[in-house]
């Protein structure tokens, strides 16, 4: 296999944006110039996802207010899904509500149950602007409805409810970044 075919192979790890960042909270920008530093930055987007052992990324989680992702994300049926949405729209999120053990890695180490569609659909573009949809199941389902709620300024921890939030955010305040 060439090198060229593994996402990441050139890209550098950057720093992961952690909750409490106001960066994580602002709305992200359509991306409009589909050039090489577009391609360099979904190369940053994978090898930091890898770097963190995560199974998706948005670009705002390393600090750029785009509305681009990437993923290397199973499905319920330990289906691999590998790939980046550039400009994402979920069009579709239905099907049954699951509440399931959610994380990020913009909140190191924490993680609660938190109620995702089954089913979700995002249509979007690639790195050189043509057109991409992708459907999603189970846990892939819940990345990529978890991955457009950052480029709308949204983390996990908002979706959580009741006892769960409450101790979510006493576990937040405990953690060395989120003081």
Not at 102 to 126: F, I, K, M
Request: aromatic share 6%; net charge negative.
């Amino acid at each position: 296999m060439r090198h060229g075919s593994i996402p990441g192979v050139h890209g550098r790890v950057r720093p992961l944006t952690l909750l409490g960042d106001p960066r994580l909270r602002e709305h992200c920008g359509d991306v409009t110039d589909f050039g090489p530093d577009l391609a360099a930055l979904v190369e940053d987007l994978f090898a930091t996802m890898y770097a963190a052992q995560g199974v998706g990324l948005a670009a705002n989680q390393i600090g750029v207010p785009l509305r681009v992702f990437v993923y290397d994300c199973p499905d319920d049926d330990d289906v691999r899904h590998l790939g980046h949405v550039v400009n994402p729209r979920l069009v579709a999120a239905d099907g049954i509500v699951l509440r399931g053990p959610e994380g990020c890695l913009s909140l190191p180490g924490l993680e609660a149950g938190t109620e995702r569609y089954d089913h979700a659909v995002v249509e979007g573009l690639t790195v050189t602007g043509e057109p991409v949809t992708v459907h999603g199941t189970g846990f892939f389902a819940r990345c990529l409805q978890h991955e457009c709620d950052h480029l709308e300024g949204q983390v996990y921890a908002d979706r959580v409810t009741g006892w769960r939030k409450r101790r979510l955010e006493r576990r937040i305040g405990r953690a060395s970044w989120g003081r």
